[in-house]
T-cell receptor
Framework: DADVTQTPRNRITKTGKRIMLECSQTKGHDRMYWYRQDPGLGLRLIYYSFDVKDINKGEISDGYSVSRQAQAKFSLSLESAIPNQTALYFC?????????????FGPGTRLTVL | AQKITQTQPGMFVQEKEAVTLDCTYDTSDQSYGLFWYKQPSSGEMIFLIYQGSYDEQNATEGRYSLNFQKARKSANLVISASQLGDSAMYFCAMRRSNQGGKLIFGQGTELSVKP
């Protein structure tokens, strides 16, 4: 089984709909992240959480919210989806107790907003 | 502001040859980490290699090595003996040590390995 899972893997929705992307991990890591990837722009950080009670905005948080339900679960919500939120979304995790704090990514969720 | 630059949008390499993917970074920090990730056409992001700013030796992981030139602020990825399965997008990323785990990514280089 994959260490970092994301659901759904693909989603098509309409403008104005609320949508939630979910991330779960079995790596036992304390830190979790949400990134967005657009063609030609690399990945950009939306939100990150260093533990259950710690939530921080990233580079592009407008239009998004997150919930850290448990150490292993971190959800990303789009309250009212718009077409320019069409992108590939990645969840990642890392362990602060390692010297490298390397991030390991889930398989991604491809979101299309019509 | 911190920035990662990958100047090669696309590259070709012959199978079994070595290839270097360029990455330059801009930071005034003394402590930082540099990463390379591979993204095959299936979409997942795969961690390849890490270099810390205080590491004196260049990092190596199997066929991957990182040519770290701190004064020039470059962290080029070298793939030896290219394989067809190496065809993918490659991303360079940087983490500032005083900003936890947040990564700043470059725009990527698409590598195509020819048989």
């Amino acid at each position: 089984d994959a260490d970092v899972t994301q659901t759904p893997r693909n989603r098509i929705t309409k403008t104005g709909k609320r949508i939630m992307l979910e991330c779960s991990q079995t790596k036992g890591h304390d830190r979790m992240y949400w990134y967005r990837q657009d063609p030609g722009l690399g990945l950009r950080l939306i939100y990150y959480s260093f533990d259950v009670k710690d939530i921080n905005k990233g580079e592009i948080s407008d239009g998004y919210s997150v919930s850290r339900q448990a150490q292993a679960k971190f959800s990303l919500s789009l309250e009212s989806a718009i077409p320019n939120q069409t992108a590939l979304y990645f969840c990642a995790t890392s362990d602060r107790d390692t010297s490298t704090d390397t991030q390991y990514f889930g398989p991604g969720t491809r979101l299309t907003v019509l | 502001a911190q920035k990662i630059t990958q100047t090669q949008p696309g590259m070709f390499v012959q199978e079994k040859e070595a290839v270097t993917l360029d990455c330059t970074y801009d930071t005034s920090d003394q402590s930082y980490g540099l990463f390379w990730y591979k993204q095959p056409s299936s979409g997942e992001m795969i961690f390849l290699i890490y270099q810390g700013s205080y590491d004196e030796q260049n990092a190596t992981e199997g066929r991957y090595s990182l040519n770290f030139q701190k004064a020039r602020k470059s962290a080029n990825l070298v793939i030896s003996a290219s394989q067809l399965g190496d065809s993918a997008m490659y991303f360079c990323a940087m983490r500032r040590s005083n900003q936890g785990g947040k990564l700043i990514f470059g725009q990527g280089t698409e590598l195509s390995v020819k048989p």
